[in-house]
């Protein structure tokens, strides 16, 4: 069975970091551009950072661009998410997928182009 699992969410402080962390079980990872999203009440889902498979070329939304940091360790299944900095706008449920279609760039990915997701994992920004 493909899966994505998601963990490393939590409850922080303005200021704080956190590293979240999406394993792959059932396929592997090696070939796909990964990417997380997130997705705050009330609002659509959005991307947040994305990484390539080939280059390992990344993007960052201008939000958490130079505090968020994407990184993949195709050895493990697993991609990550480093985010320093955080504040209340980054409260959200994190969401991880895989471009299983091909569809996706560095310069270019929507959500529909993502085959695999995992469940998510909720993280608060509150003092």
């Known amino acids: 069975q493909v899966r994505l699992v998601e963990s490393g969410g939590g409850l922080v402080q303005p200021g704080r970091s956190l590293r979240l962390s999406c394993a792959a079980s059932g396929f592997s990872l090696d070939y796909y551009a990964l990417a997380w999203f997130r997705q705050a009440p009330g609002k659509e889902r959005e991307g947040v950072s994305y990484?390539?498979?080939?280059?390992?070329?990344?993007y960052y939304a201008d939000s958490v661009k130079g505090r968020f940091t994407i990184s993949r360790d195709n050895a493990k299944h697993t991609v990550y998410l480093q985010m320093n900095n955080l504040n209340p706008e980054d409260t959200a449920v994190y969401y991880c997928a895989a471009d299983t279609k091909g569809y996706s760039s560095v310069e270019r990915f929507l959500m529909d182009d993502f085959g695999s997701w995992g469940q998510g994992t909720q993280v608060t920004v509150s003092s």
């Open positions: 990484i390539s498979s080939s280059d390992g070329s990344t």
